[in-house]
Structure formats: C-alpha cells, structure tokens
C-alpha cells in the first residue's frame, strides 16, 4: 500500500506528500528519537508526537515511509519546507498514538 493510499484511508491530515507512491511495510511507534533511529524499519509509518525539525531527520536516516503526527500534533514552523527538500511524507490526525497504529496494523 502506497502512503497516499494509507491517508486516505485513515483521514489522515497530508502536510506534505512529495513521494506520494512510497510504499509502507510497517508501523513503528516511539517518541525517543535515538531509540527510533535504532529500532524502526525502512518502508514504516512512523507514528509519533514529536515535531521538531529532527523528526525530519530521524525519518531520513530511518528510511521511513511517512510520519503522522498523531494526538493532534503540529509539526513547528520549518518543518514542512524541510520535509519536502528531503522527500519525508508529513501527515497528521487527532487520534491517539494507539488507536493509529492499530489501524495502519490492520492495514497491512
């Protein structure tokens, strides 16, 4: 399942899509950006409550297929622009962390 496919099903909020066709294998979950960089999967959706700039960075290095911003999580200013000059897929949803990941589970 493509990102796209998987906002549209979820109503996700779209931030940003610059890669639009990235396909999602996975889900992780975490907060602790040290701790995601070593655990999440290339291809996850990462779910997730933080949103500075170095979320941006953590999905680069993580390979990750999208974030989602979830519990009503914004991402600051400047996030976005960054996230379209490194090809990060930005969604949000006002959904508990919980409830999202049972559902990209279901999904998959």
Known sequence: MT???????LS??????????REVTGGY?????SW?????QSGDAWL??????????VATLADTSAV???????PDAGVKELAEKKDVNLYATPDHSFA???KVAALL
Do not use: W, Y
């Open 48 to 57: 997730t409550i933080m949103s500075n700039q170095n979320v941006v960075a």
């Open 68 to 74: 989602i911003f979830t519990e009503g999580v914004q």
């Open 3 to 9: 990102v796209h496919e998987m906002a549209e099903k």
């Open 100 to 102: 999202v990941g049972a």
């Open 36 to 40: 995601v960089m070593g655990r999440a």
């Open 12 to 21: 996700l909020q779209t931030i940003c899509e610059p890669d639009p066709d």
């Open 29 to 33: 979950t975490g907060d602790l950006l």
